[in-house]
């Protein structure tokens, strides 16, 4: 059982390296062909004023660019970038650069912002916890700890409206949906770029919800390094150091791209918004801070586990030792006595036998309180 856990703590989640050989000397520009497998995108809409909010779903891109088209805020969710027939129609339609449109279709991007005379474009990659099971946690004695996807998302901010591509179906903007229906905080009194930031909040916020398991489980395996250095602790460490590494390239250069929404020249980004974007990036700051120090901790970890084991393995060689030292001169007198020779005179005394058990047992008592005298035991 230890083994088979073993096996599936170090199974990769993510890759390390992005696949992208498949697309060499390809057009710049070029979508990718659609799988025949890939399912079809859900769309899903809102459209709101500071009186009302209208939610829509299943749109067709000419009803989602009329809605965009009225007057309020509209945010078009396309989940399924797969289906990159209706990802490159949405891209048209909503006056996008085809090297923008191809950049969405590969969901391999590197955070980044993209400025247009009338469009700003942001890639981020959200970090979304998810329950499994304890055997695939980072490590199955002590740290109960939820895994978590990393997908790519891209935000595009327009004249009233925000347009938002994402890999999957599901995501963490659930609250902001339901501020959007209840009218609560100041969401539907404020433009798209607030929505944006909004939007932008959440994101880095769950990031928090994973570096939180995260830390739990490095404080658990470092106690385990610690009492009890088994391979299994060395295969969970191993693996954290991993998810990590691949958090911290999803999180890292969102740093440019907070500081780039914040600059006051920035278009589209009104001023009364630039609050919300800095508390965003003060935000994204605290959890780089944490992402640094579990890195740290993580590499001086795997140092403690191998000083912890080496440690281990010395008491078992010092007890080893003392037991062989105490038998060694014990040996030499049972097979000193034990050789089949006649003329042996302590063989014939009455109270031989006594005798030598005698000293034996002074032997090994003066032993042990030598080794205890100078500290060894």
Not at 100 to 113: C, F, G, M, N, S
Not at 151 to 172: M, R
Not at 183 to 210: K, N
Not at 254 to 270: E, H, K, N, Q, Y
């Amino acid at each position: 059982a230890v083994a088979r856990t073993a096996t599936r703590l170090v199974a990769p989640r993510h890759p390390i390296v992005e696949r992208r050989s498949d697309r060499l000397g390809a057009l710049p520009g070029t979508l990718p062909d659609m799988h025949p497998d890939a399912p079809p995108a859900r769309v899903t809409a809102f459209h709101y004023t500071a009186d009302a909010a209208e939610e829509v779903e299943g749109l067709t891109v000419a009803e989602a660019r009329a809605l965009a088209d009225k007057p309020g805020v509209t945010w078009i969710n396309v989940d399924g970038v797969a289906d990159t027939e209706t990802v490159g129609a949405f891209g048209e339609a909503f006056g996008l650069h085809p090297l923008a449109i191809e950049d969405v279709a590969h969901p391999t991007q590197r955070p980044k912002l993209d400025v247009y005379p009338d469009r700003l474009i942001v890639f981020i990659r959200s970090v979304r916890a998810t329950d499994v099971e304890p055997e695939d946690a980072y490590c199955d004695a002590g740290a109960s700890v939820a895994g978590h996807t990393i997908e790519q998302i891209a935000l595009v901010l327009g004249p009233g409206f925000v347009l938002s591509f994402q890999e999957d179906v599901g995501d963490v903007f659930d609250s902001v949906r339901e501020r959007i229906r209840s009218g609560a905080g100041r969401i539907r009194r404020l433009g798209p770029d607030y929505l944006l930031a909004s939007l932008l909040d959440l994101v880095v916020d769950h990031t928090f919800i994973t570096l939180e398991r995260m830390g739990d489980a490095t404080e658990t395996l470092e106690a385990q390094a610690l009492d009890d250095p088994e391979p299994r602790v060395q295969a969970a460490i191993v693996r954290l150091r991993r998810e990590v590494s691949l958090l911290r390239r999803a999180v890292w250069p969102l740093r440019d791209v907070l500081a780039g929404l914040s600059r006051d020249d920035t278009p589209l980004i009104t001023d009364g918004t630039i609050p919300y974007v800095r508390d965003v990036q003060d935000h994204l700051v605290q959890a780089v801070e944490v992402l640094e120090s579990l890195r740290e901790i993580l590499s001086s970890l795997a140092d403690l586990y191998l000083s912890a084991l080496g440690t281990r393995q010395n008491e078992v060689m010092k007890a080893l030792t003392v037991v062989g030292s105490i038998f060694l001169p014990l040996t030499f007198m049972t097979g000193l006595y034990g050789m089949n020779f006649e003329n042996m005179p302590e063989l014939h005394t009455r109270y031989g036998y006594f005798v030598l058990l005698g000293v034996m047992a002074l032997i090994s008592t003066g032993t042990l309180s030598y080794f205890k005298h100078r500290g060894w035991i």
